[in-house]
């Protein structure tokens, strides 16, 4: 999972839970999840045309 930083421990575990929860409903195991959380700022996104488009302005920066 990649996003941008600056969520709580909480909240990630948060993720973490309502995956599974939701996932357990469709049939998969929570054994069988595994999740990896990579946060990075705004600087690290490209949408297109090799521009970051959040540090230009052209998008929001969620969070902010």
Do not use: C, I
Not at 13 to 37: D, I, P
Not at 39 to 54: C, K
Request: charged content about 30%; hydrophobic content about 35%.
């Amino acid at each position: 999972m990649f996003t941008q930083r600056g969520r709580s421990t909480e909240e990630k575990q948060l993720v973490y839970r309502t995956l599974a929860e939701k996932l357990a409903k469709a049939g998969v195991e929570g054994k069988n999840l595994f999740v990896s959380y990579f946060e990075n700022g705004p600087e690290d996104w490209s949408f297109a045309d090799g521009r970051a488009q959040y540090v230009e302005g052209d998008l929001p920066v969620p969070g902010h």
